[in-house]
């Protein structure tokens, strides 16, 4: 089958599925396959669940005519979703990065949403599946979307930018993650910089972080930049003091405003610029801008402020490299507060660099006093030195259950494979 007869059925029935534990009434199925698993087999069931249809590339599991055969389901997917997105005449606006491109959507989000119906890509569903069911999801009376790109090794924002055709990008930056798979932090330019490359190819708009002089250099030869920072930018912001939240007095062209927000950490004053420079520049009202930020509530482990007992924890665990790690500590140790501690676990993907750089983190926070340091993962085994060190986040959170520290301001941080919320269930 053809995609665009492919796209009659799908405005027929424009619910989506890939997986039978979440089937709608009426959803078309998509047979993906995975390194233990064959979506095909699934079919069968996804029909009796009540999907309508089931696409599937592997002849014998056709049943009848409720199974649509195509060579290969993901292309399928991927395909009928850059159909759907031709069909749509709205801004698209990709965001990808090393570092904090989820709360940089969320915010984003939020400030266009104050003035037009907005779609966006949920949580971090942000892959080569993630991309194109995003895309599925939105309806014709849409105004504006965004949509996050990751990725761990070169190709695929190219491969994103080609199925979601983006008119807008934003880099938020360029730092130590995926280091296995992109090779380096010259790599991770490169792939990140597919994103510039396709903007700059179809005269596309970029939103710019004036601070970071690498992407004016990745981005030469692209005409439309918008910029922000805390200087010489389009839009310019100062962090005001040195508050547990983040709090940012901004000018821009024809107004300025003071943002209080939710968040924590310094290292997030460009993701609320961003998110100021892209609302002002789509005609949003400074007050809307300053209600969208100020009313976003982080979750999921990024950024967020939690009470535990008599302690305050800083919950920044959703992922970790070297780069946002040193970020959230030089943040953390400039914070006004007594028994400081810090809960680090392992940051993973970094391939030959990984023993380099969890000895160079170690040396890292030695600069300053803490009152305890934990550290939780292999990694850490042969540079732990006198620090607290644990295999996982099972055996220290059995060690803080018979240890619970009281009256502390407490760091969290690490990849997401280190598990490190489970240390706040022996608080």
Known sequence: ?????????????????????????????????????????????????????????????????????????????????????????????????????????????????????????????????????????????????????????????????????????????????????????????????????????????????????????????????????????????????????LNVAVQAPGFSVAVHSQLVGDYNFPNIMLAVAVGAHFGVSKEQIKAAIENYLPDNSRSQLVERGTNRVILDAYNANPTSMRAAISNFAGLEGDNKILWLGAMKEMGQEEAFEHQALVGFIGQWSWKEVILVGQEYEPCKGDLSWFADSDAAAGYLSAHKPAHSLILVKGSRGSKMEKLLEAL
């Open 1 to 245: 089958m053809n995609i665009e007869s492919l796209y009659q059925i799908y405005l027929q029935h424009p619910a989506v599925s890939t997986d039978t534990r979440k089937i709608e009434a009426g959803a078309v199925f998509f047979a993906l396959k995975g390194p233990s698993f064959n979506g095909n087999a699934f079919a069968e069931k996804a029909i009796a669940l009540g999907a309508a249809y089931a696409v599937v590339d592997e002849v014998q599991y056709r049943l009848d005519e409720r199974f649509i055969l195509v060579d290969d389901v993901l292309t399928a997917l991927q395909q009928l979703a850059r159909h759907h997105r031709q069909q749509l005449p709205i801004p698209f606006i990709a965001i990808t990065g090393s570092n904090g491109k989820t709360t940089s959507k969320e915010l984003v989000t939020a400030v266009l949403a104050q003035k037009f119906i907005t779609y966006a890509t949920e949580g971090n569903l942000n892959n080569h599946i993630g991309v194109p069911l995003t895309i599925l999801k939105i309806k014709q009376d849409a105004e504006m979307a965004v949509i996050e790109m990751g990725a761990n090794h070169q190709k695929e924002i190219a491969a994103y930018c080609s199925v979601a055709l983006p008119d807008y990008g934003i880099i938020n930056n360029c730092g130590k993650a995926h280091l296995e798979g992109f090779g380096g932090i010259e790599g991770v330019r490169k792939g990140k910089g597919e994103l510039y490359d396709f903007i700059r190819e179809n005269k596309g708009t970029i939103f710019r972080n004036a601070d970071l002089e690498y992407l004016q250099e990745m981005a030469a030869g692209i005409e439309k930049q918008i910029t922000y920072g805390s200087t010489d930018a389009t839009y310019t912001g100062q962090i005001s003091g040195h508050q547990m939240t």
